[in-house]
């Protein structure tokens, strides 16, 4: 019976011994990746939202944390206490990941070698692994009783995710607050109708024709996903494209007038071909590499791209003749802090105005002009940063620029119909309460000929999840939000839409 007992402690004993031992080789590795690339774990830092305006500190405190528990865990004396130390930081760092995925704009990585190469579901798994691992080698010490060790390493926990919650908290208000604009919000202007689930979350819109809806995919760029715009149907779709050794990296699919455009602006490259077979028909090699495309005909293309001569963010155009025409327009885009960050935003096409608009992330500007890109109007959304408030941290070795987590976001997700642009905001004006940002999307609407603001609404959704993209069509509103589709209906009193049930001005 003693040996027994001799041989279960003897087997608590080794398995505490290798949990220490596993944490030490972890704690070991991971400061010493971010500290033999100091500068890229600075700068990562930097770009997060909770810890940027702590990077400097942070970035020698972690990996400090991280040598002196692996010391402590080598020594038999302090393992107790620095196991608990060793569970509470990974706590810490599983809050954070968790956070910043599901609750931020922001999806910065700064663990190091090869944990860096983890996606972001197994980083969380390996996470908790290890803090499962913390708490069974506490209990198996056995130097409290189980009841006490349970409730202090819930304790733990709860200071742990508590600490970063508040971090989250207190920068994100920062972030968000502007009390110098008031929204206008209506009673209930919109009401939300089917919801369609997609197993998936890399989907996004594509384009449309008569009576559905088109979602590319992602992760998978030659598969079309067709949705009845009343949800009702579904079917998918394969383009074929012909056979070649190009190396697409980052190609996607818009549709205009029943006709598909597959482009890769790395390459580049663009097929187009009609949407009744599905067969690229012809191809294009324009010479110039481009950021994002739109076509406003089905021979031609708005474009952003990226100059060669400064880094800036420039707009052009491609005219798809027998050799493509480019025509690059430098001096629309301004921005007179970095060239890149300062002018960022989204493009689109306007069918029913035939506009072209491009709307900046970090300025409270959009313009609006012809599809060649001339007539150009200069347009504001309610916010009142004018100059970008952006962060711009730059890797010495590399010369790679990146944006900082200080950095303000004006406008988001964009999308326009008719007369109208709906922006998504994150920015909260006056009197607007902070909680509302967990499970609704602010959208605020502009009507592009009278140059002012309309008002404001609310997209309720699952708190879990956020908003990807929205499509605007007619009074229909469809958004995807998380791996689900969306769709809501804009009351006629609200907006006007004096030709949206007409055939040809919907493209059908």
């Not at 003897?10 to 949990?19: C, M, P, Q």
């Not at 390493?153 to 920068?171: C, E, K, Q």
């Not at 110039?288 to 952003?304: C, D, G, K, Q, V």
Request: with cysteine; hydrophobic share 45%; charged share 20%.
């Amino acid at each position: 019976m003693a040996f027994a007992v001799l041989n279960k402690e003897s087997l608590k004993h080794n398995a505490v011994v290798a949990v220490s031992y596993l944490f030490v080789l972890l704690f070991l590795y991971a400061a010493s990746s971010k500290l033999l690339d100091f500068e890229t774990f600075t700068v990562q830092l930097a770009q997060s939202p909770l810890l940027s305006a702590y990077a400097g500190i942070i970035a020698w405190l972690v990996p400090g944390i991280e040598i002196g528990i692996a010391l402590l865990l080598v020594f038999e004396r302090f393992r107790l206490l620095a196991l608990y130390a060793a569970f509470t930081l990974m706590v810490m760092f599983t809050a954070y990941i968790y956070i910043i995925l599901n609750y931020s704009d922001f999806v910065p990585c700064s663990c190091g070698g090869v944990l860096e190469k983890l996606s972001w579901t197994q980083h969380l798994i390996f996470n908790v692994v290890f803090i499962i691992l913390a708490g069974v080698a506490v209990l198996l010490t056995g130097w409290y009783r189980s009841k006490k060790t349970l409730f202090l390493l819930a304790t733990l926990a709860i200071f742990g995710i508590g600490t970063v919650s508040l971090l989250f908290a207190f920068s994100e208000k920062k972030m968000h607050r502007n009390n110098a604009f008031q929204r206008r919000y209506l009673h209930n202007p919109i009401r939300n109708n089917d919801t369609l689930a997609l197993r998936y979350n890399s989907y996004y819109f594509a384009g449309e024709a008569g009576d559905y809806l088109f979602l590319g995919n992602l992760t998978a760029p030659k598969h079309i996903m067709c949705v009845s715009k009343n949800l009702k149907d579904t079917n998918f779709i394969k383009i074929n494209l012909p056979k070649s050794e190009i190396q697409y990296r980052y190609p996607r699919v818009r549709i205009i007038d029943s006709i598909f455009f597959l482009f890769d602006g790395t390459v580049p490259i663009i097929h187009t071909g009609n949407i009744n077979d599905w067969v690229v028909d012809k191809t294009f090699y324009p010479l110039a590499y481009f950021t994002f495309a739109e076509p406003t005909s089905r021979n031609s293309l708005a474009i952003r791209t990226i100059s060669s001569e400064t880094g800036n963010n420039i707009l052009g155009t491609i005219l798809l003749d027998t050799v493509p025409v480019v025509q690059l327009k430098p001096d629309i885009l301004e921005g007179d802090l970095d060239g890149y960050f300062d002018r960022d935003g989204q493009l689109f096409f306007n069918k029913q105005l035939r506009k072209m608009l491009y709307v900046y992330y970090y300025k409270n500007e959009f313009l609006v002009m012809a599809p060649d890109l001339k007539e150009i109007q200069v347009q504001n959304t309610i916010d009142t940063i004018k100059t970008p408030q952006i962060d711009v941290k730059e890797l010495r070795s590399t010369q790679e620029i990146r944006l900082g987590g200080k950095s303000v976001r004006v406008n988001g997700l964009s999308a326009t119909y008719g007369n109208y642009l709906f922006v998504h905001s994150n920015r909260l004006g006056r009197y607007e309460s902070d909680e509302i940002l967990g499970y609704a999307a602010i959208i605020d609407i502009y009507s592009i000929q009278d140059k002012a603001y309309e008002f404001s609404f609310y997209l309720y959704h699952d708190p879990k999840e956020k908003l990807l993209s929205f499509w605007v069509n007619g009074r229909k509103i469809y958004a995807l939000i998380g791996t689900s589709l969306y769709t809501y209906d804009i009351k006629k009193s609200n907006l006007e839409f004096p030709e949206d049930d007409n055939p040809l001005r919907n493209g059908r």
